[in-house]
């Protein structure tokens, strides 16, 4: 017997993902995707994300990535290349700074394997000039993922049980009725018995019910150094990394070739005197060109913290986040229907957890109800 008919529209980081899981679910799926399979419009672009345990944004998050940690490595396995790359990951800061201290006590309540040292042992271990009375907290199970290749092992492994996909087709409308359907841009309407919505940063212009006002886009710029010869070396055999400081939350990666030969790094959450005075912007009209405005603060960061790292910005990219109020993911159906999915706000944080919000998703849309692990992402909980 075949199962339902579901559309997952947005065939990026999370509608791969979704459509892998239904296909294994015997669901018959079909991906409509606006752009081409792994693009820079949306918010995968720049090739390597972190994994990380040291969840800052909430020990409860930690159970979801050891989930999809597991699903990656396997999903890796099965495809025959490496899509994660286990390099350890370091944080540090002033442990007065909060998220800081979150991330440590994420570490500590729920396990996760750590080592936390003072400013002169990071120092010795790592090319970061850690200052003196800040502290660094080394996790093992810390990496990256690599984007391009993950995203594809989830498509083909989709196709390979059913799924079919179609890129360069732009969805206008979901019109709910007797039966849910998706209108395209040239005016075909497809009907389905579930649509799951996983649009990225074009969720509130595809569906503005869904969250009225509480979506804001924002841009982010990712760059990538070529740190002076010498250097090489000790940048490569870094962990990927994150600073917790003045210039807000600041993060990278090992000197590495995946997509870019070069030294990656980004700024995550600006300080918060820039933070409250960004404005939000419309993915169809964004400004994609790289500033001198856009790599100062990052030239500035190499420069005082890690300045083996620092040297001419030899590439730069321009990527989109899908911010909730709280940073945590909404994920729900749409207000009165059940057949409609959405899976979205993954405000900046979401690619590592991919396969497992895939299953859980997945599980939403053929039993018409959230696993208790969704809870914690509904709307009704992000209007309280
Ligand atoms: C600079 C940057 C750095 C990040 N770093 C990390 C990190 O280190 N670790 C981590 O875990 N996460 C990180 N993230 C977050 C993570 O990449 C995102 O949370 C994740 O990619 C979001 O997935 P998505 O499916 O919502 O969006 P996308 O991957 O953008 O997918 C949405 C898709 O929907 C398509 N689409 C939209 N509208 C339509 C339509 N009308 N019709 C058809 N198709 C449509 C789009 O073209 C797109 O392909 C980072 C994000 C950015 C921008």
């Known amino acids: 017997m075949r199962g339902p008919k579901v559309i997952v529209v947005g065939g990026g980081t999370m509608g791969s993902a979704t459509a892998w899981a239904l296909a294994a679910r015997g669901a018959e799926v079909t991906v409509l995707e606006r752009f081409s399979h792994v693009h820079e419009y949306g918010s995968h672009s720049g090739y390597t994300r972190i994994i990380r345990e040291s969840y800052h944004e909430g020990a409860g998050y930690v159970p979801l990535v050891r989930r999809a940690d597991a699903l990656w490595q396997a999903l890796g396995e099965r495809a025959g290349e490496a899509l994660l790359v286990r390099t350890g990951m370091v944080e540090f800061g002033p442990e ?3 998220d800081y201290r979150d991330a440590i006590a994420a570490c500590v309540s729920a396990e996760v394997e750590h080592e936390l040292m003072d400013a002169a042992t990071a120092r010795r271990r790592f090319p970061i000039a850690v200052p003196e009375g800040w502290t660094a907290c080394f996790t093992p199970s810390g990496g990256y993922l690599r984007v391009g290749p993950c995203l594809e092992a989830l498509k083909r492994e989709a ?7 179609r890129t360069g087709v732009r969805v206008r409308e979901v019109a709910l009725g007797e039966r849910p359907r998706v209108l395209l841009d040239d005016g075909a309407l497809l009907p389905a018995d579930h649509v799951v919505v996983t649009a990225g940063a074009y969720l509130p212009g595809l569906l503005p019910g869904f969250m009225p006002g509480q979506l804001k886009v924002l841009r982010r710029v990712l760059a990538w150094t070529r740190p002076e010869p010498g250097e ?3 940048l490569a055999a870094m962990p990927v990394w994150a600073s917790f400081g003045p210039g807000g939350f ?4 090992p000197y590495g070739h995946e997509g870019v030969t070069g030294f990656k790094v980004a700024c995550h959450v600006p300080p918060p005197e820039v933070g409250a005075a960004e404005a939000g912007v419309d993915p ?14 990052l030239d500035a960061f190499l420069a005082e913290y890690l300045p083996a790292g620092r040297g001419e910005f030899v590439h730069a990219a321009v ?3 899908t911010c909730t109020p709280s940073t945590d993911f909404a994920i729900d159906h749409v207000p009165g229907d059940r057949r409609v999915w959405v899976a979205g706000g993954f405000s900046g944080h979401g690619f590592k957890f991919a396969p497992a919000i895939g299953e859980l998703v997945a599980e939403a849309v053929v039993t018409g109800e959230a696993p208790e692990a969704l809870r914690a992402f509904a709307r009704a909980r992000h209007a309280g």
Not at 159 to 165: D, I
Not at 250 to 253: E, I, P, T
Not at 284 to 296: C, G, K, N, S, Y
């Open 96 to 98: 007065s700074d909060p």
């Open 159 to 165: 196709m390979s049980l059913g799924a079919g996909w």
């Open 232 to 234: 090489v070396d000790r």
């Open 250 to 253: 600041v993060y990278g990666f």
């Open 284 to 297: 169809e009209r964004v400004d994609r060109a790289i500033h001198p405005a856009d790599l100062a603060p």
């Open 319 to 321: 990527c989109l986040y």
